[in-house]
T-cell receptor, first 113, second 116 residues
Framework: GENVEQHPSTLSVQEGDSAVIKCTYSDSASNYFPWYKQELGKGPQLIID?????GEKKDQRIAVTLNKTAKHFSLHITETQPEDSAVYFC????????????FGRGTSLIVHP | DTGVSQNPRHKITKRGQNVTFRCDPISEHNRLYWYRQTLGQGPEFLTY????????KSRLLSDRFSAERPKGSFSTLEIQRTEQGDSAMYLC??????????????FGEGSRLTVL
């Protein structure tokens, strides 16, 4: 089955800095890569996703990049704000049929004011 | 609120007791997922339903676990003879049909189980 590795487990930045979270996946058939943000006491919430037919996607201060050859994808957050503090999860899945996202272990992002 | 609703939010039980969690998905979402999350880990897949049919179960779902989704609406997850290792957050998520075979899972806030 799919295995998703995520690094770092904790990331501490100053407000205004950029943050980068990296993930690798094992199944070359995976073609859909969502990122979720989980705030304390809440369930994960989708913030951005990317499909394997594109290399990069951007939405305001967040962007994702995908390298299919290396089976590697990353989340980039620019101009971080204290409200960005949360746990971020990457996931990988095969679209269609039994769509079952496999999640990474999470990155706790702390943005210091 | 029209999001995914889970009850109870927190359950404390003694080892060996049975517990049941309920999930009410977003209306008209045909897929419903159960995940388990332990401290410092990402959500781990347990099982999912398409309408009322349970289509896949993880190896994590031992014989003590059973899930149902009668009539394709709400779902229940029952754990029999609980063990301390069952202590975790149980997350339910639903997904709309027609999203190209992928798309967003809408998670509830979870049901936290503590087994003493």
């Amino acid at each position: 089955g799919e295995n998703v590795e995520q690094h770092p487990s904790t990331l501490s930045v100053q407000e205004g800095d950029s943050a980068v979270i990296k993930c690798t996946y094992s199944d070359s058939a995976s073609n859909y890569f969502p990122w979720y943000k989980q705030e304390l006491g809440k369930g994960p919430q989708l913030i951005i996703d990317i499909r394997s037919n594109v290399g990069e996607k951007k939405d305001q201060r967040i962007a994702v990049t995908l390298n299919k050859t290396a089976k590697h994808f990353s989340l980039h957050i620019t101009e971080t704000q204290p409200e960005d503090s949360a746990v971020y999860f990457c996931a990988a899945s095969i679209s269609g049929g039994s769509y079952i996202p496999t999640f990474g272990r999470g990155t706790s992002l702390i943005v210091h004011p | 609120d029209t999001g995914v609703s889970q009850n109870p939010r927190h359950k404390i039980t003694k080892r060996g007791q049975n517990v049941t969690f309920r999930c009410d998905p977003i209306s008209e979402h045909n897929r419903l997922y159960w995940y388990r999350q332990t401290l410092g880990q990402g959500p781990e897949f347990l099982t999912y339903f398409q309408n009322e049919a349970q289509l896949e179960k993880s190896r994590l779902l031992s014989d003590r676990f059973s899930a149902e989704r009668p009539k394709g609406s709400f779902s229940t997850l029952e754990i029999q003879r609980t063990e301390q290792g069952d202590s975790a957050m149980y997350l339910c998520a639903s997904k709309a049909k027609g999203t190209g075979g992928a798309g967003e899972l809408f998670f509830g806030e979870g049901s936290r189980l503590t087994v003493l």
